[in-house]
């Protein structure tokens, strides 16, 4: 992220909740309404525009891939959903609710892991169920660590460190920590970007099944076009900053999907020359 985020004097108003348009038959579960957001450059040179008036709605457990140009701000709109930033301008909104900063029904999954390295793989599963926050949230869930390594494709590594994991299996336990809290959305940016080629394929069916079996609202960005056209319902098509959103595109088409499948191919094409890029 740039800089830091505009002094609160010269921060254009937030819009109130009551000043939200939202349609009373809305069924999304997350509303970004004219959101804004500027840095104060760290130079002294003076803000940066990185969001400008994005709109977009997603509804509950559904699957939605950002894609933009490097520097877009993809990131940071994970980071304002999550409650680590606050908005310049406009409002995010969870179940009709402002967001006023982070909470356990929206978790993050980064593409470097933060495993504790000396803690099991069950051990740092199990460390978000033992915080006092998110206590409430686990009130008659029933799930249990082995549960959820299992889930990942990890039984029978609950006791292996992470040093002892590869990297497609350490992200498989950050998976299983992030849902460890029974959160209602994963927010997960560029989750597989640091695996090679193959594990990265076999991690994109393995979180597709994943999100079938629990029903999350993922919200998940990535450069990779193909991938965002092989995982999700949706995808969110960002401009260059100060960032837009230029065109939201559904993924009518029957999962499994293949690189290969023309449909895939002519998605493809769309969404790059949305971006400028030729494939």
Not at 143 to 172: C, I, K, W
Not at 264 to 278: D, E, F, K, P
């Amino acid at each position: 992220m740039m800089g830091t985020a505009m002094p609160e004097a010269s921060r254009p108003q937030i819009i109130r909740l009551a000043e939200v348009s939202v349609p009373t038959n809305d069924t999304s579960q997350i509303h970004f309404d004219q959101v804004s957001l500027a840095f104060c450059s760290t130079l002294g040179r003076g803000t940066v525009q990185v969001l400008d008036r994005v709109n977009f709605s997603i509804r509950a457990g559904e699957f939605v891939c950002i894609i933009g140009p490097s520097g877009c701000g993809k990131s940071t709109i994970l980071s304002l959903l999550a409650g680590y930033l606050r908005p310049n301008g406009g409002q995010i909104l969870v179940r009709a609710a402002p967001v006023v900063g982070p909470g356990s029904d929206r978790v993050m999954v980064f593409q470097s892991t933060a495993l504790f390295p000396w803690f099991t793989a069950a051990d740092n599963v199990a460390y978000g169920r033992r915080l006092g926050a998110n206590r409430h949230r686990l009130d008659g869930q029933r799930a249990t660590v082995d549960e959820l390594l299992n889930l990942v494709g990890l039984r029978g590594f609950d006791r292996h460190y992470p040093f002892e994991l590869s990297g497609g299996m350490r992200q498989r336990v950050e998976i299983a920590r992030a849902l460890a809290v029974n959160p209602d959305m994963l927010l997960m940016d560029e989750p597989l970007g640091a695996l090679d080629a193959l594990t990265r394929l076999t991690m994109q069916a393995e979180l597709i099944r994943i999100w079938r079996e629990t029903k999350r609202t993922i919200l998940f960005v990535t450069h990779d076009i193909d991938e965002a056209i092989i995982m999700a319902d949706r995808v969110i098509v960002m401009t260059t900053r100060p960032s837009r959103v230029k065109e939201e595109i559904s993924v009518d088409l029957p999962r499994p999907r293949h690189r290969d499948d023309p449909r895939v191919g002519s998605l493809s094409r769309r969404i790059a020359n949305l971006l400028g890029v030729t494939i």
